[in-house]
């Protein structure tokens, strides 16, 4: 076969291959991606039975035995949402952290996938206390 | 100390902007003074950042904190080991480290490169100090490590207690080396582009610096997910997390590029996309740098949000794929191959296609890890991506990879023949599927894993590929030199460092895959509450929850379990996991809360590694709650003494507060004894894993590949090799 010929199948094929990876990866990324909601959003939007990751900052805590209470704040707006969290809680996990956490409504209140809950990790640790030591 | 480590960063700045201008008009007038100068101006640097890395890290160790970024990050009570490596865990004390090993590496490859590629140098010189500036600029713009405070607090907040991890002291700075070398072989890549001078000579004098920074890199990975292991909340050894990624995508590029440029330096081939690996390698380095400091994806491993960065970094990634696409385009010319492809069936298009899958595999990561702000711009919604959309694509890719790593060795360069095949192929293929009806008998539930089987079986295939090669080249050398069979592998590996490093190097991959896959597809996991005497199983093992343990001190306050595991009625095993409470300075938490209250706490896992499995066990952190009311009595009888306390004569207040303290650390120690004496359920994650070992020893051969391969060639050898180099570039000439 002619080598430019050949050249230019082996191009078609790759260039047909790396489209198909893309279609592919694009379309599973926007199916599968779920949406990180705020409080204020979780409020409005809330339907029982369908699952949601809501980011914010933690206002306060509040254990029972192993279910940790906890409150997610919009970091925009004055709204917080009540969640019922049994799993491992991060080490970092504290009133004011950025956390991320799958929860269900149930009631009038959130729960929490066990081991969904994640916080990030601040550069400063304990920066309040040091100012107020 | 503080005023001369801001003057050596201004300095710095200054000097490298005097470099750029000295390389670049010595490259334009061709005056060898300038170029040596330049030159000259990044060995200043070195020394400059040497320096001023050294005053903050005497800084640190004798807690001075005057300085914010010890104040904020260190403490009088945080250990040696951990004080000095507090220094990166900051953001400022980071773009510092980053500033003086990218000087230190950029001196050392200028200075390896004084006599050779002229006229590339200078302008690598330039970028290289570009980056100097760009990072200096930083540090003196939006991080400056040298601010002080006028009323310096008398202790310090103290070294995050995720961070009190040994390899705290070695992650981080190998991630960097790892980031920093890589913009090496970009520079010397891009001042070839611009200069024309397109030969491999460009990656001959960078190869070593783009196989140390993929070694330091790869190294860099390895301890991160091994912190990641040994750490609660940060998602196992791997979470494909924006910062894990960030460090594993140059990496991949880097290891397409050391694979790739052996076409160009054997047939002169691929030119096009080795140098745009490489630009994409170097510019991914920055990227990854972007991504942990400025936290611009939401990441458990970030350590910092700093919107102030993101601009300056915009602008120079884009300055680098800008320049780097035009410079191409501009020498696509000079770029053409020298010979062809003969065959896809050739141990070239075997490379090929292994970098194809190493760029896609890069595409996807890249993709899926700024699929949250694609997803913003697209739809105006930010969408969390997991591990599960990761996996349809990066198994099968990873499957092809570990297929080709043990093909790669065995296929034969330019066309392969029926004989090379029937030689070559027979006993790994043989291997894999004694391996596959070994599994499908031995192992029950196997064949519902077909991905796991699958890795199983091209990882045998492969580890036997490799082991043939080594054997032959063993039986050959000992039947030309008679030697003992140890003596000749070490002879053949001595003497054929890259050959067989890298050989090392894909064995180490089908080790580490094996446990990837082992651990992934047949791990049990289960919450348990327990009571002390209290059981739970889990694959077959039977952990009891044997007696908790409570260690007040000063620096900790420590609840721990002991557990012990048995299989079968033997006892297997005997597990101790802990979380430790670190005390905080802030007073508003109460006299006895603030050692109990403080948030800060770091869970210490209980595990038993093994060959097969490891059990891995943790104790949830928030297990305090059935002491709060003894805390809060405690805090409230404590504060009316100490009020009690202020109204004496101040003659008689330290005697008094002495008292009160020795008081206060009683009642803690009781309390904390609580624990032991009162048991309350407490809650464990448990975790049964097959063969995560495996990954560690092959991330450790991996490394041992990696420095055969980086290891210089004895002398005689080099010789050789520069004149078979030579030969088979007069024999392409004249063809």
């Known amino acids: 076969m002619d080598p430019s010929r050949k050249r230019r199948i082996r191009l078609t094929v790759a260039l047909t291959a790396a489209l198909l990876l893309a279609s592919a990866l694009i379309y599973t990324s926007f199916s599968a991606g779920e949406d990180v909601v705020t409080a204020s959003q979780l409020i409005k939007q809330a339907k029982p039975g369908r699952t949601y990751i809501l980011g914010g900052t933690v206002v306060s805590e509040q254990h029972q035995g192993s279910l940790l209470m906890f409150r997610v704040r919009d970091p925009k707006l004055d709204e917080s949402v009540p969640i019922q969290y049994r799993g491992l809680v991060p080490d970092p996990f504290a009133i004011g952290r950025g956390v991320l956490v799958t929860v269900q409504e149930q009631g009038a209140s959130f729960v929490g996938q066990p081991g969904s809950l994640t916080t990030k990790c601040p550069s400063k640790f304990q920066d309040a206390n040091a100012k107020a030591a | 100390m503080a005023t001369v480590g801001r003057a050596l960063l201004i300095l710095g700045l200054v000097v490298a902007v005097y470099g750029i201008f000295a390389a670049l008009y010595g490259a334009r007038t061709g005056q060898r003074a300038w170029i040596d100068s330049s030159r000259r101006a ?22 001075d904190f005057s300085y914010n970024i010890v104040a904020g990050a260190s403490s009088t009570t945080t250990p040696t080991f951990y004080k000095a490596a507090a220094v990166w865990s900051t953001q400022q004390g980071s773009l510092l480290l980053w500033v003086f090993l990218l000087s230190l590496w950029s001196s050392l490859a200028l200075f390896l490169t004084r006599r050779r590629v002229r006229e590339i140098v200078p302008y690598a010189t330039a970028i290289l100090l570009g980056f100097c500036s760009f990072f200096i600029g930083l540090t003196i713009l939006f991080a400056n490590p040298f601010s002080t405070s006028r009323n310096p607090p008398a202790e310090g907040a103290g070294l995050d207690p995720l961070l009190r991890h040994t390899t705290m002291m070695i992650h981080p700075p190998m991630v960097y080396t790892g980031y920093t070398m890589l913009t090496i072989p970009f520079a010397f890549a891009l001042g070839a582009l611009i200069t024309g001078r397109l030969s491999a000579e460009w990656i001959q004098v960078t190869r070593r610096f783009a196989l140390a920074a993929w070694l330091c890199l790869g190294i860099g990975v390895l301890l991160g997910a091994r912190w990641s292991y040994t750490e609660l909340g940060w998602g196992g050894y791997w979470a494909w997390d924006p910062v894990e990624n960030a460090a594993l995508m140059p990496w991949l590029l880097s290891t397409a590029f050391l694979h790739s440029i052996m076409i160009q330096e054997k047939r002169g081939m691929l030119k096009v996309w080795n140098v745009s690996l490489i630009l994409a390698t170097g510019t991914m380095a920055i990227i990854g740098t972007f991504l942990v400091r400025s936290g611009i994806l939401s990441s458990i491993h970030a350590f910092v949000s700093d919107p102030t960065l993101n601009i300056s970094f915009v602008v120079l990634i884009t300055l680098m794929v800008v320049s780097s696409v035009t410079m191409v385009i501009r020498r696509r010319a000079e770029l053409r191959s020298e010979s062809q492809l003969d065959s896809l069936f050739s141990r070239e298009a075997v490379f090929m296609l292994q970098n194809l899958v190493l760029v896609a595999l890069t595409a996807v990561i890249f993709w899926l890890t700024f699929f949250p702000l694609i997803s913003e711009a697209v739809t105006g919604t930010e969408q969390s991506i997991g591990p599960p959309t990761f996996r349809p694509f990066v198994v099968p890719l990873a499957l092809i990879l570990v297929l080709l790593s043990g093909v790669g060795p065995i296929i034969a360069w330019r066309r392969v023949t029926v004989a090379n095949l029937r030689r070559n192929f027979t006993f790994p293929v043989v291997v894999a599927l004694v391996t596959l009806v070994v599994l499908l008998v031995a192992a029950s539930g196997v064949e519902a894993h077909l991905f796991a089987l699958l890795m199983f079986c091209f990882a045998a295939f492969a580890l036997a ?37 890298g050989y090392t190097v894909h064995a180490g991959l089908a080790v580490l895959l094996i446990g990837v896959a082992g651990s992934s597809s047949f791990q049990h996991q289960r919450y348990a509450t327990l009571k002390p005497g209290q059981s739970v ?12 343990t409570a260690t007040p001190s000063a620096q900790e306050i420590s609840f721990g379990a002991v557990l012990n595991v048995s299989k079968g009625g033997h006892h297997v095993t005997t597990l101790h996991t802990s979380y430790g409470i670190f005390p905080s300075q802030d007073p508003s938490l109460g006299v006895v809360g603030r050692f109990f209250n403080s948030g800060s706490v770091e869970s210490r896992i209980g595990l038993d590694a093994g060959a097969t499995h490891d059990i891995w066990t943790v104790v949830n952190a928030a297990n305090v709650p059935p002491l709060q009311g003894y805390i809060t009595k405690g805090d409230q009888k404590f504060a009316g003494l100490l009020a009690s306390i202020s109204k004496l004569p101040a003659a008689a207040q330290p005697r008094a507060l002495n008292t009160l303290f020795a008081l206060r650390d009683q009642f803690i120690t009781e309390l904390t004894h609580r624990f032991v004496t009162h048991p309350w359920p407490v809650q464990f994650l448990l975790i049964v894993s097959p063969l995560v070992s495996w990954l560690w020893f092959g991330g450790i051969i991996i490394a041992f590949g990696g420095l055969i391969a980086l290891w210089p060639i004895p002398v005689l050898a080099r010789r050789r090799v520069r004149s078979a180099a030579y030969a088979a570039r007069l024999a392409r000439e004249l063809a």
Not at chain 2, 468 to 484: D, I, K, L
Not at chain 2, 537 to 548: E, L, M, S, V
């Open chain 2, 42 to 63: 990044m060995y200043a640097i070195a020394g400059l950042m040497t320096f001023a890395f050294l005053i903050i890290e005497v800084a640190f160790l004798r807690s």
């Open chain 2, 465 to 501: 590929a490799v082991a043939q090669e080594f054997w032959r080249g063993v039986r050959a050398r000992r039947a030309m030199t008679h030697e003992a069979a140890p003596m000749a592998l070490f002879s053949l590996v001595r003497r054929n460092r890259r050959r067989y490093g």
């Open chain 2, 537 to 548: 199983r889990i694959d077959g093992y039977n952990i009891r929850y044997a007696k908790p």
